[in-house]
Every structure is written in structure tokens, then in C-alpha cells.
């Protein structure tokens, strides 16, 4: 099964996958290799690269440095085109549903397609909402665009609707990095009920509770990066989650 089919799977089973997100920015090549063991230990079922900005320039560096130790499977979560890297397993292609940016919904990929054609990467076509999450994010600022409100899952459902009757495969719903709040149980439940293809969630989870809270509302994937970027220790218990419940 490739990735996709993967997640498909997770969807049709009721089956859960919890992801670990590193921003290349955040971690040196030699941090990412204790990481990386952690994840192992932890059974990660996920992690995903990137980051709305790229300060540094060790995205390869960094993937390779990961693989060598580990067969978790790695998606580029990319900010921008010049994200995109070979090193990885897969790309998360996104187009930015919930803002009105034509540059983000259609503009960069038009860019990024070409290398992405080459890369021979796996490619998941992913319908990007993103969420209010309490306060600004880099992705907020970066995207010009409105976040859907926290309290409006109508408009979440719609919008979720909208990239599905469009064809993509996943619908990620991030409250963008270092959200104050991470996406309502409410507004993942409106979601998850009522589509067919996966959906990710992240954005602003900062404990167990909030894992099992996304996965009990119905997301098929939860990616936590912050909070364990600060507190490495909650890589075992929150990936727990997704194997104690839903295995
Ligand atoms: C951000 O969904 C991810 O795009 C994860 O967010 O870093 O807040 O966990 P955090």
C-alpha cells in the first residue's frame, strides 16, 4: 500500500496514525538522529518535514539524517515550492481551501508541479484549511488569508466538501503552529462525519488529552510539533494514544 492508500485505509477502518512535525528550522542534523530513535521507540506512524518559512538550508541534510536511523515514513509538509526534496517518501500537495489567495491555491503549485513531476515523489493532493487557532501564526501572516473561525464548522464542513468534490485525497485542518487553541472536538467531528477521504489534524496541541480529543472527534491523523519539539518525552505517550484505542 502506498501512503495514500495507507490513510485511505485508516479512514475505512476507524483506525488512528500519529504524526510528529519537524520544522528543519528548529533542529540541527545531529538532534534529529536522537529524534529520530524516539520516534522509533514511540512507534511514530508518521512525520512530516517543513515549515511556513525556511531559515536554514538542511531540509536533505536533515531528512537523510532522520532515514539513516529510521523507516518511519517522511512527508515534505512544504511552506513553499523550494521545499520539495527527493529525500523524503512523499508530499503533502496543497492547496490553501480556506483562504482566497489564488497564489496558494493554484499559483504556487503551478510553480512547484515540474520539480514535483521529478522528484518521483509520492504525492498527496491535500485540501489545506486552515483554522483560528486563538492567535496570528506564521502561516496566518505568510498566506494573507483569513482562517476559517474556530466556532463556524459549517464553513469548515463546506470548505472540506469543496476540496473533496474537487478530487483531493486528504483534508488537512491545521490551527497553524503554536495555535493558542487547537481545532474544536466540534468542528472535527462536523468534518470527519461527513467526507469520505482522511483528515488530518494539527495546530496548538500541547498535551495527551488533546491527542485523544482530536482522534476521539475523528481525525484519522493528529501531527503534534511544538509541544513535542519543547518536551521530547511526549512522543511515547502521545503516540500511545493511537495504538492503546484504535490498533
Ligand atoms: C502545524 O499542524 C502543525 O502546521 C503542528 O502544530 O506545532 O502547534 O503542534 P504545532
New binding site residues.
Partial sequence: MNIKQQLQHLKNEGKKAFAV?IDPDDISPEKIVELAKRCNAAKVDLVLFGGSLMLSDHMEHCINAFKSVSQIPVILFPGSPAQVCKAADALLFLSLVSGRNAELLIGQQVVAAPVVKASGLEVLATGYILVDGGVPTT?SYMSHSAPVPRNKPDIALCTAWAAELMGQSIIYM?A????QYPISTQMIEKVSRNIDIPLIV????KDVAGVRAAFEAGAQVV?????IEKDLSLIEEMSAVAKAVYA
Fill in positions: 512535525l502561516v491545521d497553524g503552529s503554536g495555535a494539527g495546530g496548538g496541541i501531527v503534534v510539533g511544538n509541544a
